[in-house]
């Protein structure tokens, strides 16, 4: 999602630092902000002007060193690893300014926890943006248990000047949209696992009966099954609730490298690169292919 978060920001007007392991990643990633900045122009709502100062509006960088001596806000958007983030904060710690704000964009982990491993835990906040980040208006603003009110106040400032729509919670496991989201996501795999119906029936009564703009499966493809299954061993682990654990069918998915959308292989099978949803062979039980 780095990517998703630079083309926002720089959309937006703020100079932004690109920062990623290698030259190769950080060269798809602007590649990736470039075609998605066309899709805008495609419908009208982008020049190509405006695209070029977007792009001018973002460096890039390799290294967390002195170029981010100045800066006053970092978004995190590392793998969802603890171990990871940690060390990516502790890294920006020495050598960020003392006001810069470090944000991260985690989905599930304690913001408290990431904080801890800082000297400045009240200026550490989670700002969790939704995938794709130019297009879903919400920003989830977790404040830690030493995130100061000022850091809060000027997060949620910020992201209304990305024109996001930020809502403030508090640092429990998954904060509100995976504690809600996943234990969902989870109970459709069971469904299916159960085999009380097919995946293509469980997303079309989602998508029908509920008015879900897209199964739950078909979701979990999108976000990415082992970004799920993370999830709920998050919550699992800080709840201490066993309703929270995961599906064995969604364990044995990941340990099979059958991860969705990235992968090309979930739920649904996308090898073809069409927008037909075909449902993966060893789930086309009942129903080879739903429309979307």
């Given at each position: 999602?780095?990517n998703?978060?630079?083309?926002?920001?720089?959309?937006?007007?703020?100079?932004?630092?690109?920062?990623?392991v290698?030259?190769?990643?950080?060269?798809?990633?602007?590649?990736?902000?470039?075609?998605?900045?066309?899709?805008?122009?495609?419908?009208?709502?982008?020049?190509?002007?405006?695209?070029?100062?977007?792009?001018?509006?973002?460096?890039?960088?390799?290294?967390?060193?002195?170029?981010?001596?100045?800066?006053?806000?970092?978004?995190?958007?590392?793998?969802?690893?603890?171990?990871?983030?940690?060390?990516v904060?502790?890294?920006?710690?020495?050598?960020?300014k003392?006001?810069?704000?470090?944000?991260?964009?985690?989905s599930?982990?304690?913001?408290?926890?990431?904080?801890?491993?800082?000297?400045?835990?009240?200026?550490?906040?989670?700002?969790?943006?939704?995938?794709?980040?130019?297009?879903?208006?919400?920003?989830?603003?977790?404040?830690?248990?030493?995130?100061?009110?000022?850091?809060?106040?000027?997060?949620?400032?910020?992201?209304?000047?990305?024109?996001?729509?930020?809502?403030?919670?508090?640092?429990?496991p998954?904060?509100?949209?995976?504690?809600?989201?996943?234990?969902?996501?989870?109970?459709?795999?069971?469904?299916?696992?159960?085999?009380?119906?097919?995946?293509?029936e469980?997303?079309?009564?989602?998508?029908?009966?509920?008015?879900?703009?897209?199964?739950?499966?078909?979701?979990?493809?999108?976000?990415?099954?082992?970004?799920?299954?993370?999830?709920?061993?998050?919550?699992?682990?800080?709840?201490?609730?066993?309703?929270?654990?995961?599906?064995?069918?969604?364990?044995?998915?990941?340990?099979?490298?059958?991860?969705?959308?990235?992968?090309?292989?979930?739920?649904?099978?996308?090898?073809?690169?069409?927008?037909?949803?075909?449902?993966?062979?060893?789930?086309?039980n009942?129903?080879?292919?739903?429309?979307?």
């Amino acid at each position: 999602m780095g990517n998703g978060i630079a083309h926002t920001f720089a959309q937006f007007g703020f100079p932004v630092i690109l920062v990623d392991v290698s030259q190769p990643a950080l060269d798809k990633g602007i590649a990736t902000i470039a075609k998605n900045l066309d899709r805008q122009i495609a419908k009208g709502s982008l020049t190509e002007q405006e695209k070029a100062e977007t792009l001018g509006r973002i460096k890039t960088s390799t290294e967390i060193n002195e170029t981010l001596a100045d800066v006053d806000l970092v978004v995190e958007a590392a793998s969802e690893n603890f171990d990871i983030k940690s060390a990516v904060f502790r890294k920006l710690d020495a050598v960020c300014k003392p006001a810069c704000i470090l944000a991260s964009n985690t989905s599930s982990i304690s913001i408290t926890r990431i904080a801890a491993v800082t000297n400045r835990p009240d200026k550490v906040i989670g700002m969790h943006f939704m995938n794709p980040v130019p297009v879903m208006k919400l920003v989830e603003i977790i404040k830690g248990y030493s995130t100061s009110t000022a850091t809060a106040q000027e997060t949620v400032q910020l992201s209304e000047q990305l024109a996001k729509i930020p809502v403030l919670v508090n640092d429990y496991p998954g904060f509100v949209a995976n504690k809600i989201l996943m234990p969902m996501i989870n109970e459709a795999i069971i469904t299916l696992q159960e085999g009380v119906a097919g995946v293509a029936e469980i997303d079309t009564v989602m998508k029908l009966g509920m008015a879900h703009p897209m199964g739950p499966l078909q979701l979990a493809d999108f976000i990415g099954l082992d970004i799920c299954l993370s999830i709920l061993r998050v919550l699992q682990d800080g709840f201490g609730n066993p309703k929270y654990a995961p599906s064995p069918l969604l364990v044995n998915m990941v340990m099979a490298g059958q991860l969705g959308v990235k992968t090309k292989v979930g739920f649904y099978d996308y090898s073809a690169g069409s927008k037909e949803l075909v449902v993966a062979a060893q789930f086309a039980n009942n129903q080879l292919a739903v429309h979307g």
